[in-house]
């Protein structure tokens, strides 16, 4: 996670929600109370660090004391604060799950069941969007395929272009 703060210090231009010039909602997972939160004040870097924080790899991050971890495992396209807000919403779902051809061993079955979970809501909530983006060929990747990072953009470049302009 010390690489992902160092990642984002040194990219973005504002430390705060209050500097975006459009307005951001973030979702956390809190830890204690199993429910999402969404950050839209204050420290952007932490809700940033938050919500990024994939359990067992990463460490939850502390906000005002209270332990946070990725949003998407309570809510993993989070539009509720978005609505009424927006004339239009559009969603990106990059977790698409796919038909697994083998579950070899406990790690991969343990995956694979956190992966079907956090996507479980995804068809239902898709309804309430003027356009929903979801590259079905990133089933192919893995989360941590960091070394396919320009192919997984190209995917998801050529999908939001597909579905913008239909």
Same mark, same amino acid.
């Given at each position: 996670? &010390? =690489?992902?703060?160092?990642? @984002?210090?040194?990219?973005?231009?504002?430390?705060?929600?209050?500097? @975006?010039?459009?307005? %951001?909602?973030?979702?956390?997972?809190?830890?204690?109370?199993?429910?999402?939160?969404?950050?839209? /004040? $204050?420290?952007?870097?932490?809700?940033?660090?938050?919500?990024?924080? #994939?359990?067992? @790899?990463?460490?939850?991050?502390?906000? =005002?004391?209270? *332990?946070?971890?990725? $949003? $998407?495992?309570? =809510?993993?396209?989070? #539009?509720?604060? @978005?609505?009424?807000?927006?004339?239009?919403?559009? $969603?990106?779902?990059?977790?698409?799950?796919?038909?697994?051809? /083998?579950?070899?061993?406990?790690?991969?079955?343990?995956? !694979?069941?956190?992966?079907?979970?956090?996507? &479980?809501?995804?068809?239902?909530?898709?309804? +309430?969007?003027?356009?929903?983006? /979801?590259?079905?060929?990133? !089933?192919?990747?893995?989360?941590?395929? %960091?070394?396919?990072?320009?192919?997984? *953009? +190209?995917?998801?470049?050529?999908? &939001?272009?597909?579905?913008?302009?239909?």
């Amino acid at each position: 996670m &010390a =690489d992902m703060e160092k990642l @984002l210090k040194n990219n973005l231009k504002a430390t705060t929600f209050e500097e @975006l010039k459009i307005p %951001l909602f973030i979702a956390a997972t809190n830890i204690k109370t199993a429910q999402t939160t969404y950050f839209h /004040e $204050g420290n952007l870097m932490r809700a940033l660090l938050a919500s990024s924080s #994939i359990p067992v @790899l990463f460490k939850p991050v502390v906000i =005002d004391g209270e *332990f946070y971890l990725d $949003g $998407g495992i309570t =809510d993993n396209l989070p #539009i509720s604060p @978005l609505r009424g807000k927006c004339r239009q919403m559009i $969603g990106v779902h990059v977790n698409p799950v796919g038909m697994a051809s /083998e579950i070899d061993g406990i790690m991969t079955l343990a995956i !694979r069941s956190f992966h079907m979970s956090i996507t &479980a809501n995804i068809p239902e909530k898709s309804k +309430e969007l003027k356009y929903f983006i /979801e590259p079905v060929r990133l !089933r192919d990747y893995s989360y941590f395929d %960091l070394s396919k990072t320009n192919e997984i *953009f +190209e995917l998801g470049y050529q999908e &939001a272009l597909r579905v913008l302009n239909a």
